[in-house]
């Protein structure tokens, strides 16, 4: 689950708060919903954290944030449309960071779930997140297109790659990855 936290210390000055909202129903919002929605806050960080003196530095620490919060669960993200909802409200963004995939998350999961091409665009299921994603690219940022980063994933240990998932693969955005 990812949301940014608005009173984290290093991030507060940069985070737009007003401009925040929930995926799933574009209601404003963004914040973390429970204890364990850690991810977005700490991606954040490394972005954005602010240049006071007190801690680390972000890449981009004068960045303004918005925080699109979304649960990070496949069944909520694609049935409720949550990614191409995000997707749609980021078309005044610069650069959309998107630290997340659908992916093997252990062994057995590799094994027992059909994960590789799960989200193929030219699929019912996907379509509109795929279709959202080329309007993003296209349209975004004043017609010049939102620049989309997207992680790589965790599960290469699993055999995934990224050469098996459109939203990784596409034209449209920037997959990066680190060691």
């Known amino acids: 689950r990812a949301g940014i936290e608005r009173s984290h210390p290093e991030l507060n000055d940069n985070l737009l708060t007003t401009l925040g909202r929930d995926a799933a129903t574009l209601v404003a ?31 981009a620490y004068d960045a303004d944030l918005i925080s699109i919060y979304s649960p990070l669960l496949l069944d909520e993200m ?20 998107d630290s997340w995939g659908f992916a093997p998350q252990s062994d057995d999961y590799a094994q027992n779930f059909p ?17 959202a994603l080329q309007r993003l690219a296209d349209q975004g940022r004043g017609g010049l297109g939102t ?24 034209r449209y955005v920037v997959t990066v990855a680190a060691t």
Not at 78 to 97: F, H
Not at 148 to 156: D, E, I, P, T
């Open 147 to 170: 620049i989309v980063v997207q992680s790589a994933g965790n599960s290469y240990d699993f055999g995934d790659d990224t050469n098996l998932h459109n939203f990784q693969n596409i």
């Open 115 to 131: 994960w590789a091409f799960l989200d193929n665009f030219a699929t019912p299921a996907f379509a509109a997140e795929g279709a």
């Open 29 to 59: 919002g963004g914040d973390p919903k429970d204890a364990d929605d850690n991810h977005g806050t700490s991606v954040a960080g490394v972005i954005a954290s602010e240049r006071n003196g007190s801690e680390g530095v972000g890449v």
């Open 78 to 97: 694609v049935d409720g449309n949550v990614i191409a909802n995000a997707y749609t409200y980021a078309l005044s963004a610069d650069v959309l960071n």
